[in-house]
């Protein structure tokens, strides 16, 4: 079974940073795209930014500009550098992975880390 266990969630003031992280743990096949997606209170999940193993990112234009994502696939882990953080940034981030173990692929959910930005 194959888990992502997310970090680096917070409080911050707008203006700030914050730096988020996924980690794949448990035995691992393959993984191709990792990404990041938010769901702010009463509104529905989005796409933040993605990256694929060979480095392709996909940015939304929300956070263009201010927000970096990288990865290590030595380490399957995935990273959010988030600057310039603005109030409406503000949710729950929850990191994704697809994960492949021949002929299935299966699409890999993390528990959710809290990212609170004030005014």
């Known amino acids: 079974q194959v888990q992502l266990v997310e970090s680096g969630g917070g409080l911050v003031q707008a203006g700030g940073s914050l730096r988020l992280s996924c980690a794949a743990s448990?035995?691992?096949?393959?993984?191709?795209?990792m990404g990041w997606y938010r769901q702010a209170p009463g509104k529905q999940r989005e796409l933040v930014a993605s990256?694929?193993?060979?480095?392709?990112?996909s940015i939304a234009d929300s956070v263009k500009g201010r927000f970096t994502i990288s990865r290590d696939n030595a380490k399957n882990t995935v990273f959010l550098q988030m600057d310039s953080l603005k109030p409406e940034d503000t949710g729950v981030y929850y990191c994704?992975?697809?994960?492949?173990?021949?002929?299935?692929?299966?699409?890999?959910w993390g528990q959710g880390t809290q990212v609170t930005v004030s005014s």
């Open positions: 990256i694929t193993r060979g480095g392709s990112t």
């Open positions: 994704n992975a697809d994960h492949t173990k021949p002929p299935v692929t299966t699409d890999l």
């Open positions: 448990g035995i691992i096949f393959s993984i191709n795209t």
